[in-house]
């Protein structure tokens, strides 16, 4: 029997890789101009790293395009790779390396779609399989996908939060398109927050919490003084990330050998 909360979990994940597919891929089509330091990291100039952007994010495009019509399992791990690679490039190319974490749904969210549709590919042809909602987790399945959401969370939590320590520009800009006056104590207080938030989700998830940093991540990027859809989109993996671990904590196992029988969480 098909469990609900398994199959909303995986449907939540994999509209979240697409939006990360997606959302980037517009990136390159417009020629995003901060790019142009990414190309050329491997030595790429303005010219060529101009016509290559709108290939590299059509490609993009059709990858979360077909996430959405007929998913298989190459293109979540493409994701794992790609999203970390790019993530990279921040770091690499000057920015600090809070950038880096806090775009761990980029990567995280196609591992964690992975670990619960029964993880990596084994053979050749298994890339190519297509990715169903599981029909039942293992006790080792639902401890594997509970402590990658925990880490992806967690890391993307702390690095904004860090970049809020720090005062990113673009933060600050945010505070002051909103109309707050301290916009430099606001991010220090919202830094603070975001930081022992992500300690909490790491060490017991509580779902409360949990939806409003849902709630928070899905408004706070929306105010980015550019590109705010495209923006929104692309970072589909935090929002997913955190709505599946949601979804996995409104149930919890009964901890019998092979198979789990979900029961609802008994709250005192």
């Known amino acids: 029997m098909v469990n609900k909360e398994t199959v909303r979990i995986y449907y939540t994940l994999r509209i979240a890789v697409a939006m990360c597919f997606i959302g980037h891929g517009a990136f390159g089509i417009i020629t995003k101009p901060v790019w142009y330091n990414y190309f050329a990291v491997f030595g790429i100039g303005h010219d060529i790293a101009k016509s290559l952007m709108p290939i590299v994010g059509s490609m993009d495009i059709f990858l979360g395009i077909l996430m959405i019509i ?12 790609w999203g970390a690679v790019t993530a990279s490039l921040r770091p690499m190319s000057g920015e600090p390396f809070a950038e880096f974490i806090e775009r761990a749904g980029n990567f995280g969210a196609p591992l964690a779609l992975l670990v619960v549709t029964g993880g990596f590919p084994k ?3 298994e890339l190519f399989n297509k990715i169903d909602a599981p029909v039942e987790l293992t006790e080792r399945n639902w401890m594997q996908l509970t402590s990658c ?10 690095g904004h939060g860090w970049l809020n320590l720090i005062e990113k520009k673009s933060l ?25 938030a992500a300690v909490s989700v790491l060490i ?19 105010f980015y003084p550019k590109y705010e859809l495209f923006e929104w989109i692309e970072r589909g993996g935090s929002y997913g990330t955190l709505l599946a ?24």
């Open 70 to 81: 007929f998913p298989v399992r190459i293109i979540p791990l493409w994701l794992i790779f």
């Open 123 to 125: 053979t050749f042809r």
């Open 172 to 196: 600050i800009s945010q505070y002051n398109s909103v109309g707050i006056g301290n916009a430099d104590g606001a991010a220090f207080i919202v830094g603070m927050i975001e930081m022992i």
């Open 149 to 158: 959401l925990k880490a992806v969370i967690f890391l993307l939590l702390v």
């Open 245 to 268: 671990l949601w979804f996995a904590t409104a149930y919890q196992p009964e901890l019998n050998p092979g198979k789990i029988r979900w029961s609802f969480l008994q709250t005192p």
């Open 204 to 222: 017991r998830p509580v779902r409360p919490l949990l939806f409003a940093l849902f709630i928070w991540k899905m408004g706070s990027e929306l």
